[in-house]
């Protein structure tokens, strides 16, 4: 758990970060300002009716990275959980999101971040390296 609060929390302080996904051999990336720590893991959220939601549908390997002083790299696995707890806790944390989230925040795709290996870095070459 030490390692996704770590994760987290660098997201949360950087506010934006990159996310990157594969289209057949051509990577997409994109910028993402959504991030979820909810039941001990790290979630992401995106729209349903996204190029990207469609690409990890069609391959969850995804990246992650982000610069706040140091970056952050993450390669990782992303996987859909589509319960309904979980798109509440991004909305509440969230609520600028609301007039867009639809009915019941049936726009969103909470996305769970699973196999991750996450690295931090500074500029002089020092790192860390958490998996969860």
Known sequence: MEAVKRVYEFLEDAKTYYLA??????????????????EESLYIMAFRRTNAVDQLKANPKAEIATFK????????RLVEDDRQEVKDAMAEKMPSLKEVAGEKNQNFVMLRVTEATATIADMAGHSETFSF
């Open 69 to 76: 002083g140091k970056q952050l790299r993450m390669v990782c």
């Open 21 to 38: 996904t594969v289209e057949n051999d051509q990577p997409r990336v994109r910028v993402y300002g959504t991030v979820l720590l909810f």
